[in-house]
């Protein structure tokens, strides 16, 4: 596609749900990195992946958080059992290679009641 | 621990006027900074970029300072127009030990051009 394509735009999601947020990156693009964006604050990363391979995972904040791409392309990052605290705005961005020029997708919102 | 800040959250300037937007920094492993120019629900766009070996890069009405003794970056806009206005985030970039670039995000500050 022409950009990094995120759904859903918004979720509301009670505590202690399960929730899972799609990501579909600019075709051909090998790298893939998630960020939580927090009200207020910059992005943080989450999450990178080469291809399939889920080459760095430091960012991510619990072991409830977790992220797949299974086929080098769609990416998939699932948050379980939800709590306050996960609310914020999760952007993913792709690029050719893992340097930082990358383009970032609009993001879902997710809101924790 | 910010390692990338913005101290500004907010700047109001003149149309046609220059804006300057500050940026400290606090690691010395960063090896390449960017500015991110954001509009309300879309994700941040890169705008310009500049590696630590240089002190300016120029791109049209934009130019990033870097100064790396005092771990301080400042980007220039000139002159300033309304569709500007944005909220602008500084990052700087680190290679990892799993070979991605990692950025490293400051608050942001908020723009705003007065027509």
């Known amino acids: 596609g022409a950009g990094v394509s995120q759904s859903p735009r918004y979720k509301v999601a009670k505590r202690g749900q399960d929730v899972a947020l799609r990501c579909d990156p600019i075709?051909?693009?090998?790298?893939l990195f998630w960020y939580q964006q927090a009200l207020g604050q910059g992005p943080e990363f989450l999450t990178y992946?080469?291809?399939?391979?889920?080459?760095?995972k430091s960012g991510l904040p619990s072991d409830r958080f977790f992220a797949e791409r299974p086929e080098g392309s769609v990416s998939t990052l699932k948050i379980q059992r939800t709590q306050q605290e996960d609310s914020a705005v999760y952007l993913c961005?792709?690029?050719?290679?893992?340097?930082?020029?990358?383009?970032f997708g609009s993001g879902t919102r997710l809101t924790v009641v | 621990d910010q390692q990338v800040k913005q101290n500004s959250p907010s700047l109001s300037v003149q149309e046609g006027r220059i804006s300057i937007l500050n940026c400290d920094y606090t690691?010395?492993?960063?090896?390449?900074f960017l500015w991110y120019k954001k509009y309300p629900a879309e994700g941040p766009t890169f705008l310009i970029s500049?590696?630590?070996?240089?002190d300016k890069n120029e791109d049209g009405r934009f130019t990033v300072f870097l100064n790396k003794s005092a771990k301080h970056l400042s980007l220039h806009i000139v002159p300033s127009q309304p569709g500007d206005s944005a909220v602008y985030f500084c990052?700087?970039?680190?290679?990892?030990?799993?070979?991605?670039?990692?950025?490293?995000f400051g608050t942001g500050t908020r723009l705003t051009i007065i027509p």
């Open positions: 990052a700087a970039s680190a290679r990892t030990n799993f070979g991605n670039e990692k950025l490293t």
């Open positions: 500049i590696s630590s070996i240089k």
């Open positions: 075709s051909g693009h090998v790298s």
């Open positions: 992946f080469q291809n399939e391979a889920q080459l760095d």
């Open positions: 690691n010395s492993m960063f090896d390449y």
């Open positions: 961005a792709s690029s050719f290679s893992a340097s930082y020029g990358y383009t």
